[in-house]
């Protein structure tokens, strides 16, 4: 299991998204204006089962892939989570024993955006589960692994409805800081809240800070138009 530390270890509709807000006031009213960023990601999946069993395969049929995944103890629903480790990249599945099956599937991408100083602190998920086990909590589960473990999430250039509700959420519970990716590769942090419109530029995003981690580990700031 990967040690907890700040850098990361080498081993829906819109009503909703602005409920969710943990704040009141002006950042209550940001949530609203965060309602303008780019959700435009359809994750309905209708061939998601396909494409997961077809992946269970070739997991099972290889041999160096099936033991480098490690049990992940997160307990939901009789479901199996295991992870796998390659490239920086780290991917989570979560298996029903039951229909011996993947179900869910994450994977923390590394951010070609930003420059080798924030890559040892940060990673984009994304998350895709078939019909019939969605809502069930499981991409918030693994999110508050990987966040509880001390690491740190921004969000990619895109988002799904769903996605961005769930941000919304976990900022309850973890601290949410709005960025820039500058022409560097630097992450600056912005002054909330930031002007209306300004998350429809694709060099801004969200992040979520995970546990005893600080903004300044991975962020400058900047004051908006700096």
Known sequence: MMAIACSLCDPRDATVIANTWPGQGLLGRWAQRLTELRIDVDLSGRDIQREFDALYDRIRTNHRTRDA???????????????READGEYFVYAIDPQRNRIVAYTVFNRLVEVDRRTDRHLRAPHTKVVDGYRRMGIASAIYRWWLDSGRSLMTGARQSAGAHGLWMALARDYELAAAR???HKRVQQLPLPPPPGFFNALDTRLVLVGRDCRL???????????
């Open 216 to 226: 300044a580990d991975f962020m400058q700031h900047a004051a908006w138009g700096g």
């Open 69 to 83: 995944m490690q049990p992940l103890p997160l307990h939901l629903h009789g479901l199996v989570f295991r992870l």
């Open 181 to 183: 990716i500058d022409t």
